[in-house]
């Protein structure tokens, strides 16, 4: 499976954007779908995600502000980022995983600056 993130870009506090992430296939129930972050100098945190019971899971810093979801076709998974606050400056990676295989997309660049 092949993933591409897509959607990163510049944006002001308070602003939103929208991350995609789309798969060569159809992901089925076996995957569970993730978002990832890296900041510099930190390491790579769990933003999001959708597991393959369907129970989404956030980071406390970005409940209420993150939403992850899938579209009906299956293929693609995204990040609705809403309220950006410049912490929130990081590469975004998505990550789609069954018990035996990881397949990772090339990172998006997210930053939120005035």
């Known amino acids: 499976v092949q993933l591409q993130a897509s959607g990163g870009g510049l944006v002001q506090p308070g602003g939103s954007l929208r991350l995609a992430c789309t798969a060569s296939?159809?992901?089925?129930?076996?995957?569970?779908m993730i978002w990832y972050r890296q900041s510099p100098g930190k390491e790579r945190e769990l933003v999001a995600e959708?597991?393959?019971?369907?129970?989404?899971n956030y980071a406390d810093s970005v409940k209420g502000r993150f939403i992850i979801f899938r579209s009906s076709s299956g293929s693609t998974f995204y990040l609705q980022l809403n309220s950006l606050k410049p912490d929130d400056t990081a590469v975004y990676y998505c990550?789609?995983?069954?018990?035996?295989?990881?397949?990772w997309g090339q990172g998006t660049q997210v930053t939120v600056s005035s």
């Open positions: 990550n789609a995983r069954t018990n035996a295989r990881s397949y």
């Open positions: 959708i597991t393959r019971s369907g129970t989404t």
């Open positions: 296939r159809i992901l089925n129930n076996y995957y569970d």
